[in-house]
């Protein structure tokens, strides 16, 4: 299944196994160049979803998505800001004047994200007026109140877990989590969402944490 979400419906037992294949079997004719019947097609899927791991207690552990076994695997910050401004000639002194005035104060978050035409700040809401005069003669494309970071420390080796991120927001978007924004460096997973998102997103992250 090229579809993530369509292997897991079926490993879950949620898809209706003849309308995916009514879908499915045009599909399957054009590449097979010959007809295909809908029975054949259901049954192919049916043992296909019997050959996936259950969600029982047969069912693996989630040893591909482990998080860094040690204290402090979840970390929220609160009452965040994201700014997103129009890449300019002028970006790259903004960045380095922001990070000179707010230096390591405690308890504050700040990232700065470039991409191709934009620049990103997401910050702590007491570090406003610091982003606002240094990003005071940039142009101001997108402004989001009330976030709320989640960070996972993840091991050292997860760059080597081919899927980690995908098995992570996948459990998010099943239980309907929805994602503002992502950080991430070497062992660690930053995620912005919206502050009533975050409690169930923290419910779910939690049931990853091996002790």
Same mark, same amino acid.
């Given at each position: 299944? #090229? ?24 599909? !399957?004719? *054009?590449? !097979? ?30 040893? #591909?998505?482990? +998080?860094?076994?040690? =204290? ?7 009452? +965040? ?35 191709? %035409? ?21 142009? +101001? ?13 993840? =091991?050292?080796? %997860? ?15 099943? #239980? ?7 950080? *991430? ?7 912005? !969402? ?18």
């Amino acid at each position: 299944m #090229d579809s993530p979400f369509l292997s897991e419906g079926l490993r879950r037992g949620l898809i209706n196994l003849s309308e995916l294949a009514r879908q499915l079997q045009p599909q !399957l004719e *054009s590449d !097979l160049w010959k007809p295909v019947g809908q029975a054949a097609v259901v049954m192919a899927l049916r043992r296909m979803s019997e050959r996936m791991p259950g969600l029982g207690a047969q069912a693996p552990a989630n040893n #591909d998505i482990v +998080l860094a076994q040690k =204290t402090g695997q979840l970390t929220v910050c609160t009452d +965040l800001v994201e700014l997103t401004y129009r890449e300019s000639a002028w970006t790259d002194e903004c960045h380095r004047s922001l990070l000179a005035r707010q230096g390591r104060q405690q308890n504050m978050f700040l990232t700065v994200t470039r991409g191709v %035409s934009e620049a990103m700040v997401i910050c702590s809401r007491p570090l406003i007026p610091q982003v606002e005069d240094v990003f005071g003669g940039e142009c +101001l494309l997108a402004r989001l109140e009330h976030l709320n970071a989640v960070t996972l420390q993840l =091991t050292d080796e %997860s760059h080597r877990t081919p899927g980690i991120y995908h098995a992570i927001l996948k459990k998010l978007a099943w #239980d309907k989590v929805n994602l503002v924004n992502l950080i *991430s460096t070497h062992s660690e997973l930053t995620l912005i !969402l919206e502050q009533e998102q975050t409690g169930a997103a923290f419910v779910v992250l939690s049931k990853m944490v091996t002790h």
